[in-house]
Nanobody, 115 residues
Framework: QVQLVESGGGLVQPGGALGLSCAAS????????MAWYRQAPGKPRELVAA???????NYLDSVKGRFTISTDNASNTVYLQMNNLQPEDTAVYYC?????????WGQGTQVTVSS
């Protein structure tokens, strides 16, 4: 059974930084586009950042220059480094693996930015 397990969420003050990790099991990692989504209360889920198997990245405009997505194919892990966090970044962050035929989701990890 495919599993995506996120870690690294928490509470941080505005201007702070957090790093999220997502470990994927039982998928051929290099065949998937990996992404991070987020969902704030009362809002739809939105794509934050994505990285293709070729290493092409795409970011939500509001996080460009602050967030960085990366992968480690050896450990089947995708990362999201988040710097200069703002209260509007508060949300549940979800890891996503998009393949040709299937898409998989992690369980989500809470990120709260508050003073």
């Amino acid at each position: 059974q495919v599993q995506l397990v996120e870690s690294g969420g928490g509470l941080v003050q505005p201007g702070g930084a957090l790093g999220l990790s997502c470990a994927a099991s039982k998928i051929v990692f290099s065949l998937y586009t990996m992404a991070w989504y987020r969902q704030a209360p009362g809002k739809p889920r939105e794509l934050v950042a994505a990285i293709t198997s070729a290493g092409t990245t795409n970011y939500l405009d509001s996080v460009k220059g602050r967030f960085t997505i990366s992968t480690d194919n050896a450990s089947n892990t995708v990362y999201l480094q988040m710097n200069n966090l703002q209260p509007e970044d508060t949300a549940v962050y979800y890891c996503n693996a998009l393949g040709v035929h299937f898409t998989y989701w992690g369980q989500g990890t809470q990120v709260t930015v508050s003073s």
